[in-house]
């Protein structure tokens, strides 16, 4: 079955509107696909109108930044995205991005590159972060290249970096659990986890009240899903599948067994 559950539009950092995001979903002949915006559900609403014209099933979703010893990315699928207390905690994981945002442009006023907040936020929209910053150092002519910006200055660790402020993992699991989403783990490739280490890590997060785990994922090899579709099995939590789509030349779609797709739908609440 094709679909796509993680995708990213204009209301974070991906290049493409909700709307256009929709539409090429449509164009690609995908089934379901699940919008999951960092850390902010404003894209959800334009989507959802797009994928009732399209005749595509649109799950309502977010990726949130969450902490624990590293940073960890959890998927929120079916989320009651209208709920206002859920949207005040998001709007909590927005506004700490903006503060992240200023001081790592400071931070590279250090190295001369000068970029101003209103200057980003003119050239970006919704929910702001490094790729909008980098985007903008190619163009001001301060590197050449997306990577070189990342590898440089602003990526993990680099001169330029700024943690972000992010919830600890059980906060984040439990709240979308209490606003009845399915909490899934994405890629967990980048948890950087192997053997005995990751399977306590995974059956850590099933019993706090994980839901699932993106299996198929555009840079796992077929060692990585054979090795996460076990651990799915093990701890009963549903396969999933996402591109992570941002920009034109990123995967966008991708297989997933119907009876998984079956198990996530079935789970919805909202």
């Given at each position: 079955m094709k679909?796509?559950?993680?995708?990213?539009?204009?209301?974070?950092?991906?290049?493409?509107?909700?709307?256009?995001?929709?539409?090429?979903?449509?164009?690609?002949?995908?089934?379901?696909?699940?919008?999951?915006?960092?850390?902010?559900?404003?894209?959800?609403?334009?989507?959802?109108?797009?994928?009732?014209?399209?005749?595509?099933?649109?799950?309502?979703?977010?990726?949130?930044?969450?902490?624990?010893?590293?940073?960890?990315?959890?998927?929120?699928y079916y989320v009651d995205y209208k709920d206002l207390k859920f949207q005040s905690f998001v709007n909590k994981l927005k506004n700490s991005r903006e503060d992240r945002?200023?001081?790592?442009?400071?931070?590279?006023?250090?190295?001369?590159?000068?970029?101003?907040?209103?200057?980003?936020?003119?050239?970006?929209?919704?929910?702001?972060?490094?790729?909008?910053?980098?985007?903008?150092?190619?163009?001001?002519?301060?590197?050449?290249?997306?990577?070189?910006?990342?590898?440089?200055?602003?990526?993990?660790?680099?001169?330029?970096?700024?943690?972000?402020?992010?919830?600890?993992i059980r906060k984040a699991i439990e709240t979308i659990r209490k606003y009845k989403g399915i909490p899934v783990l994405a890629h967990p490739k980048y948890t950087y986890l192997e053997g005995e280490e990751l399977e306590n890590f995974i059956s850590y997060l099933s019993s706090i009240g994980l839901g699932g785990l993106e299996v198929y994922y555009s840079k796992h090899n077929k060692e990585e899903e054979a090795t996460y579709l076990k651990l799915a099995e093990k701890f009963s939590l549903i396969p999933t599948a996402g591109s992570d789509y941002h920009r034109e030349g990123d995967v966008f779609g991708m297989e997933l067994k119907k009876e998984y797709v079956d198990r996530l739908i079935a789970l919805k609440t909202v």
């Open positions: 679909i796509d559950l993680h995708v990213h539009t204009t209301a974070s950092d991906g290049l493409l509107s909700p709307k256009a995001i929709v539409a090429k979903a449509k164009e690609n002949k995908i089934d379901i696909l699940a919008i999951a915006d960092h850390d902010t559900i404003d894209g959800i609403p334009e989507a959802m109108n797009a994928a009732n014209e399209k005749g595509i099933r649109l799950i309502p979703a977010l990726e949130i930044s969450a902490k624990h010893e590293k940073q960890i990315h959890i998927l929120g945002n200023q001081k790592m442009l400071k931070k590279l006023e250090n190295f001369g590159f000068e970029i101003t907040m209103d200057e980003l936020k003119a050239s970006a929209e919704g929910n702001i972060g490094r790729p909008h910053i980098a985007d903008l150092m190619i163009k001001k002519g301060y590197v050449s290249t997306f990577a070189e910006a990342f590898e440089k200055y602003i990526g993990n660790n680099k001169p330029c970096y700024v943690p972000k402020k992010r919830p600890d």
